[in-house]
Nanobody, 126 residues
Framework: QVQLVESGGGSVQAGGSLRLSCAAS????????MGWFRQAPGKEREGVAA????????LYADSVKGRFTISHDNAKKTVYLQMNSLQPEGTARYCC???????????????????WGEGTQVTVSS
């Protein structure tokens, strides 16, 4: 089993920044895929950014390219999401997800992930 705990959410004004963290624990002994997803009330879950902790490869949704950066610290088994230039449409609950053996879907497809954190709320006011 893998446990994921997010932190770093909060309320900011439009144009502001936040950095989310996702700490992984449990049965992790090698590199793994991790993604950040968000879901606003009444909307579908959206993949925001993803990475593989064994490389520097990343993938971003078009809506956040150039503003969000995903990174990881393997020693801490933690993945970060730096969010800059936040806009009100970025208001959502942000969750991290992980999978130990990738099954071939897009890294931004939530169906490809096995483990999920409970999420952290991000609210962006105009």
């Amino acid at each position: 089993q893998v446990q994921l705990v997010e932190s770093g959410g909060g309320s900011v004004q439009a144009g502001g920044s936040l950095r989310l963290s996702c700490a992984a624990s449990g049965y992790i002994y090698s590199a793994f895929n991790m993604g950040w997803f968000r879901q606003a009330p009444g909307k579908e879950r959206e993949g925001v950014a993803a990475t593989y902790t064994g490389t520097i490869n990343t993938l971003y949704a078009d809506s956040v390219k150039g503003r969000f950066t995903i990174s990881h610290d393997n020693a801490k088994k933690t993945v970060y999401l730096q969010m800059n230039s936040l806009q009100p449409e970025g208001t959502a609950r942000y969750c991290c997800a992980a999978v130990l053996l990738w099954g071939g879907r897009s890294w931004l497809d939530p169906e490809g992930y096995s483990y999920w954190g409970e999420g952290t709320q991000v609210t962006v006011s105009s």
